[in-house]
């Protein structure tokens, strides 16, 4: 009885996993063939005020304030908001150092996380566009520019920038690289269908009007801000002319975040529980960010039902699974040089991420601060 019981469950689990992985972005491929929505863009001078919420962050600070004022953008329209949240460091004597420029502006706060920053931030800030980023990636000279072209579309509330990261020089790092490459090609036909469900947190813009001050310890202001314009009627959009640039970052570093930002769709799901109730992207929401969470609790069903599988099933089932895993775990023992690194390093990413997905449940049991992990990368340019 268990185990004509058991048997469903594995079938049904594998068909989730696949549909999940590659049979969504198959049919998400061909559903942006038929059903593209173009942006209209135009140059249109607008306000702009920069958020950038930074905790002990000297570091990266003054590379960045230097990239910020060198955007390709009307310097008479754009105002920075640095907001030091809690820092001990010299982020704040920084900040008063390009204060001089007229430009920069230092909005300190006891540390509340970046939530608290951002809701500083949005108090102060006078743009009719607000420009998020963070303290680490460097943005392309002329991104602020393409971002804010976006909205001469009135259909468009927030668009999203892109993250290119430098090439990886492990087999470690470059499976990192394609797995971000993977969640790219998906937001951009999202993005020509309608609206992606989320922006890339160091690099997004969206009108004034539609920010919406965020909940004490949200994860993802990136999620949670486009949501609030997404839910008025407007479009969130993929922009892949605005660039950020970001430094590899080894497995460990991408599991920590990876906790952070599934714990954060857990959280979206319990501020904003209407995203199970159908939308115009409730199929994309439901594929991509849904289906991510439920993916590993999907992968062990699977595992576990796969020996009440009857012949001549059970053999191969349970032969692929323990290559598969049995691969992914001796990729902690072999060689970077080794020819079968490469493919090992992809299923240890791939089952990394799995069980960040899993750990990520955790935070409805415990406070959403507990996740919070500086994100540390191996290369980096020092600030000039």
Same mark, same amino acid.
């Given at each position: 009885?268990?185990?004509?019981?058991?048997?469903?469950?594995?079938?049904?689990?594998?068909?989730?996993?696949? !549909?999940?992985?590659?049979? !969504?972005?198959?049919?998400?491929?061909?559903?942006?063939?038929?059903?593209?929505?173009?942006?209209?863009?135009?140059? +249109?001078?607008?306000? +702009?005020?920069?958020?950038?919420?930074?905790? %002990?962050?000297?570091?990266?600070?003054?590379?960045?304030?230097?990239?910020?004022?060198?955007?390709? =953008?009307?310097?008479?329209?754009?105002?920075?908001?640095?907001?030091?949240?809690?820092?001990?460091?010299?982020?704040?004597?920084?900040?008063?150092?390009?204060?001089?420029?007229?430009?920069?502006?230092? $909005?300190?706060?006891?540390?509340?996380?970046?939530?608290?920053?951002? %809701?500083?931030?949005?108090?102060?800030?006078?743009?009719?566009?607000?420009?998020?980023?963070?303290?680490?990636?460097?943005?392309?000279?002329?991104?602020?520019?393409?971002?804010?072209?976006?909205?001469?579309?009135? #259909?468009?509330?927030? &668009?999203?920038?892109?993250?290119?990261?430098?090439?990886?020089?492990?087999?470690?790092?470059?499976?990192?690289?394609? !797995?971000?490459? =993977?969640?790219?090609?998906?937001?951009?036909?999202?993005?020509?269908?309608?609206?992606?469900?989320?922006?890339?947190?160091?690099?997004?813009?969206?009108?004034?009007?539609? &920010? $919406?001050?965020?909940?004490?310890?949200?994860? +993802?202001?990136?999620?949670?801000?486009?949501?609030?314009?997404?839910?008025?009627? !407007?479009?969130?959009?993929?922009?892949?002319?605005?660039? &950020?640039?970001?430094?590899?970052?080894?497995?460990?570093?991408?599991?920590?975040?990876?906790?952070?930002?599934?714990?954060?769709?857990?959280?979206?799901?319990?501020?904003?529980?209407?995203?199970?109730?159908?939308?115009?992207?409730?199929?994309?929401?439901?594929?991509?960010?849904? #289906?991510?969470?439920?993916?590993?609790? #999907?992968?062990?069903?699977?595992?576990?039902?796969?020996?009440?599988?009857?012949?001549?099933?059970?053999?191969?089932?349970?032969?692929?699974?323990?290559?598969?895993?049995?691969?992914?775990?001796?990729?902690?023992?072999?060689?970077?040089?080794?020819?079968?690194?490469?493919?090992?390093?992809?299923?240890?990413?791939?089952?990394?991420?799995? &069980? #960040?997905?899993?750990?990520?449940?955790?935070?409805?049991?415990?406070?959403?601060?507990?996740?919070?992990?500086?994100?540390?990368?191996?290369?980096?340019?020092?600030?000039?």
């Amino acid at each position: 009885m268990l185990r004509a019981l058991l048997q469903p469950v594995f079938f049904v689990s594998m068909a989730f996993a696949f !549909y999940t992985l590659a049979g !969504y972005p198959l049919l998400l491929a061909l559903m942006a063939c038929f059903r593209t929505r173009p942006v209209f863009k135009k140059s +249109v001078p607008r306000t +702009v005020t920069v958020l950038l919420p930074v905790r %002990n962050g000297d570091h990266w600070l003054r590379g960045k304030l230097n990239s910020l004022l060198s955007l390709d =953008y009307p310097s008479n329209l754009v105002d920075i908001l640095v907001i030091s949240d809690g820092s001990t460091d010299q982020t704040d004597a920084i900040t008063e150092e390009f204060a001089s420029t007229g430009r920069v502006e230092l $909005v300190r706060i006891p540390g509340g996380g970046k939530a608290a920053a951002l %809701n500083a931030g949005l108090e102060r800030a006078r743009g009719e566009i607000l420009f998020f980023t963070d303290v680490r990636q460097e943005i392309a000279p002329e991104s602020l520019r393409n971002l804010v072209d976006c909205f001469a579309d009135p #259909a468009v509330g927030a &668009a999203s920038g892109e993250l290119v990261i430098h090439d990886g020089t492990t087999h470690e790092e470059v499976s990192v690289g394609f !797995y971000w490459k =993977y969640e790219k090609w998906l937001r951009k036909r999202e993005s020509r269908i309608h609206s992606v469900m989320g922006t890339t947190g160091c690099i997004y813009a969206m009108r004034r009007e539609l &920010a $919406v001050p965020l909940p004490a310890g949200t994860l +993802v202001d990136d999620m949670y801000l486009p949501l609030a314009a997404f839910f008025r009627g !407007y479009r969130v959009i993929f922009e892949e002319s605005a660039i &950020a640039v970001d430094y590899p970052t080894s497995l460990d570093d991408e599991f920590r975040r990876k906790v952070r930002t599934q714990a954060g769709v857990y959280q979206i799901l319990r501020l904003c529980p209407r995203l199970l109730i159908p939308h115009r992207m409730w199929v994309a929401f439901l594929s991509h960010k849904f #289906a991510r969470l439920l993916l590993p609790f #999907a992968l062990l069903a699977a595992a576990l039902s796969t020996p009440a599988l009857r012949p001549p099933w059970r053999t191969p089932a349970l032969i692929a699974q323990a290559l598969f895993y049995g691969l992914a775990l001796s990729d902690l023992w072999i060689p970077d040089r080794f020819p079968m690194k490469r493919l090992s390093a992809a299923f240890r990413s791939f089952v990394v991420l799995l &069980a #960040a997905a899993f750990c990520a449940a955790f935070v409805l049991f415990r406070p959403s601060d507990h996740v919070w992990k500086e994100t540390r990368v191996r290369t980096a340019r020092p600030a000039p």
